[in-house]
């Protein structure tokens, strides 16, 4: 399924690259690092199979779509125009926002046997920061649970390169330059709109974002807060 899917993906991206004026950068849908039934029985199957082959490609095929008329949506450079969201119209802000979240979001997870545990600079940073490991995920718990409505909570390096927890409503994050937005580089982040959980947990929120920690992915949260202190 998934194979065939690139196969096509990479057709159309062929096809369109022989039509003069067509640009070669398409935003295309990344696989997942992972089968749909490896986060069973935390996150189901079809929960990830709608999640990312229809809510993400719907954010694919909506950049594309405005990428025609704005040039500042390209593949390449998704968190540069994140970074000055604010002079885009918020069509641009939802669909970049989206593709960026869920990409981030798909890589973050892995099967439960090999979640693992945060490597040695992260975890020392995160006892700095909130004591402890527990009570760095009672709070991410609770700015998860407590976001109204459609959101995300964030675990982020903030410009002192420190580690802080956020959430932020729709499909914003914490790259973009918006009121309101408190800012800093995502190391970790949960999306906490219906459509993550809503077939398996149905209204308990509360019960996705505490079973949700069995499926981080703590080498790959490592590397991106190694990166986000370069
Ligand atoms: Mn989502």
Do not use: C
Request: no cysteine; glycine share 6%.
């Amino acid at each position: 399924m998934q194979s065939s899917f690139r196969a096509l993906a990479g057709a159309l991206a062929l096809a369109l690259a022989a039509i003069p004026g067509v640009a070669l950068a398409q935003f295309a849908l990344p696989p997942l690092p992972y089968a749909a039934s490896a986060l069973e029985p935390h996150i189901d199957t079809m929960t990830m199979e709608i999640h990312h082959g229809r809510h993400h490609q719907a954010f694919i095929t909506a950049l594309n779509a405005q990428a025609k008329d704005n040039p500042a949506l390209r593949p390449d450079a998704v968190e540069a125009t994140l970074r000055e969201i604010s002079k885009h119209p918020v069509a641009a802000r939802n669909a970049l926002g989206g593709h960026y979240n869920h990409s981030l979001f798909w890589e973050v997870m892995a099967p439960a046997s090999q979640s693992g545990r945060p490597p040695a600079a992260l975890a020392a940073a995160i006892d700095a920061a909130f004591g402890s490991l527990d009570e760095m995920k009672k709070r991410f718990d609770q700015a998860a649970i407590t976001r109204f409505g459609s959101g995300w909570a964030w675990l982020v390096v903030t410009a002192d390169r420190k580690l802080a927890i956020t959430s932020t409503a729709n499909q914003d994050n914490p790259l973009m330059d918006v009121a309101g937005i408190e800012r800093g580089t995502p190391v970790l982040g949960l999306d906490v709109w219906e459509h993550a959980y809503y077939l398996k947990y149905q209204n308990r929120r509360a019960d996705y974002v505490t079973t949700w920690w069995n499926v981080v992915n703590w080498a790959e949260v490592g590397r991106r807060y190694e990166a986000a202190m370069r």
